[in-house]
T-cell receptor
Framework: DTAVSQTPKYLVTQMGNDKSIKCEQNLGHDTMYWYKQDSKKFLKIMFS???????INETVPNRFSPKSPDKAHLNLHINSLELGDSAVYFC??????????????FGSGTRLTVV | LAKTTQPISMDSYEGQEVNITCSHNNIATNDYITWYQQFPSQGPRFIIQ???TKVTNEVASLFIPADRKSSTLSLPRVSLSDTAVYYC????????????FGKGTKLSVKP
């Protein structure tokens, strides 16, 4: 069983479109995250979310919005896609008070290409 | 959060022990040091975490001296499959807050 799964793995879309990336974790973790890795390979936190609090990185455009229907899911919605949104997006999860033996668990990523 | 500095790249050969050093001069009292590994086209994977002295698991060892201003990740007898980017991060309380990734160290293992 995949611990943190993201769909789709690849997404190619045109500028101006609205798209969503889904993330599910079956680890029973309390907190989920979205990270963006750009072409220079820098990994940047976008959001962290648990059932109590959404923390948004202030540099993230408001075209990006996380939606969490339940504790096991954190989807990423992107409106009016731009060329600069092309990147690999990683979902991650951690337990409340992350276990020092296991850390955070990341998904395998979604490669978004905006044309 | 502790700002970390690592070498941009390192080369090694199969079977060697590899030590990657990370500097974190401004580490806070409640910061833990955690290391992640990332293969191409995959998400980061947790390797090890520690506060001070030495921590060892089945994958690696982590050495943190008493002043905690640096740490060393030790990979015993590396293989080609250990070629990856290794990230050193500071994490408040070992679990509170978001992981803030730097540039990491690209380790290349050669036959």
């Amino acid at each position: 069983d995949t611990a943190v799964s993201q769909t789709p793995k690849y997404l190619v879309t045109q500028m101006g479109n609205d798209k969503s990336i889904k993330c599910e974790q079956n680890l029973g973790h309390d907190t989920m995250y979205w990270y963006k890795q750009d072409s220079k390979k820098f990994l940047k936190i976008m959001f962290s979310y648990n059932n109590k609090e959404l923390i948004i990185n202030e540099t993230v455009p408001n075209r990006f919005s996380p939606k969490s229907p339940d504790k096991a899911h954190l989807n990423l919605h992107i409106n009016s896609l731009e060329l600069g949104d092309s990147a690999v997006y990683f979902c991650a999860s951690s337990p409340h008070g992350a276990d020092s033996n296991y850390g955070y668990t990341f998904g395998s990523g979604t490669r978004l290409t905006v044309v | 959060l502790a700002k970390t500095t690592q070498p941009i790249s390192m080369d090694s050969y199969e079977g060697q022990e590899v030590n990657i050093t990370c500097s974190h001069n401004n580490i806070a009292t409640n910061d833990y040091i955690t290391w992640y590994q990332q293969f191409p086209s995959q998400g980061p994977r947790f390797i090890i975490q520690g506060y001070k002295t030495k921590v060892t698991n089945e994958v690696a060892s982590l050495f943190i001296p008493a002043d905690r201003k640096s740490s060393t990740l030790s990979l015993p007898r590396v293989s080609l499959s250990d070629t990856a980017v290794y990230y050193c991060l500071g994490l408040p309380g070992g679990s509170q807050g978001n992981l803030i990734f730097g540039k990491g160290t690209k380790l290349s293992v050669k036959p």
